[in-house]
């Protein structure tokens, strides 16, 4: 079986405290070859570089701030996430889980304008590509990393070529415009499974699976026939299969494409 990947999952959150290393376990049964753990706040962002040290080399990092966090965040908690990122490990390879989220309304959208560019400005100065949460503020994610990206071009950051993942893409026809324009790729999750996707599906399709990764966003987000439950990383092969369904390919082909866009984006095995 080839190898695949999951993108994006909060192993540290207490769904998953009691069984754990059981959850590894599936996840290496079903050839689940890496694991990023973006943080969500500075303690989770230690938790996440905490499991990729006791799992190198299958385990690895991002760290952030995530919006629905971000509330009186101030200076001391960035400068504790830009701590992290000047140890300089290998196990980081990302900085997230970073964006906008409109839809709650946990920290004001000053704040979290606040935060998500200052991650940015992170994430350019240590050259890591960027895990991107939007959710009902597209216009406002569209215009900071209009911005952030023209910057990277503009100083020779390397980062211009591959910046990130807009984490959980879910069928925005601006959001894949400027993802393709401004090379990001695309978080599929377990909701390409779910009945009432269609809009998503069809949009995949004309996207391409040369600009998408895979994640599971665990515990949430449970694909079909699981949605509901908990979700882990090993049902990122539920994923895979319906991602293979959509390009009329067998699941390992999908499965080395988008692992190889996860590998040419996160470089897993290098600095």
């Known amino acids: 079986m080839t190898e695949r990947c999951d993108t994006h999952c909060h192993l540290y959150l207490e769904e998953f405290a009691e069984d754990l290393p059981a959850v590894l376990a599936r996840a290496k049964e079903a050839c689940i070859g890496k694991i990023l753990v973006p943080g969500i706040d500075v303690e989770t962002s230690r938790q996440a570089l905490a499991l990729s040290c006791e799992h190198p080399g299958w385990l690895y990092a991002a760290v952030g701030i995530h919006p629905n966090y971000a509330n009186q965040v101030g200076l001391e908690q960035i400068e504790a996430i830009e701590t992290l990122l000047m140890a300089k490990t290998g196990n980081i390879k990302a900085v997230g889980e970073i964006g906008l989220d409109y839809y709650r309304t946990w920290a004001s959208h000053e704040d979290q304008l606040f935060v998500f560019q200052h991650m940015l400005g992170l994430a350019a100065k240590y050259k890591l590509p960027v895990c991107i949460h939007i959710r009902e503020a597209e216009?406002?994610?569209?215009?900071?990393?209009?911005?952030?990206?023209?910057?990277?071009?503009?100083?020779?950051?390397?980062?211009?070529k591959l910046p990130g993942v807009c984490h959980s893409y879910s069928g925005s026809p601006e959001i894949a415009r400027f993802a393709l324009d401004h090379h990001f790729l695309l978080g599929i999750s377990g909701s390409v499974t779910f009945k009432n996707a269609q809009n998503l599906r069809d949009r995949l399709a004309e996207i391409g699976i040369k600009h998408l990764i895979t994640e599971t966003d665990s515990p949430y987000l449970a694909p079909h026939p699981n949605r509901g439950r908990r979700n882990e990383p090993a049902l990122v092969n539920c994923v895979l299969e319906e991602i293979a369904r959509l390009f009329e390919m067998d699941v390992d082909q999908a499965a080395k494409i988008t692992t190889q866009n996860a590998q040419n984006l996160f470089n897993w095995n290098g600095y």
Do not use: R
């Open 139 to 160: 216009g406002d994610v569209i215009k900071a990393l209009d911005q952030w990206t023209s910057e990277l071009v503009k100083s020779n950051n390397i980062l211009a």
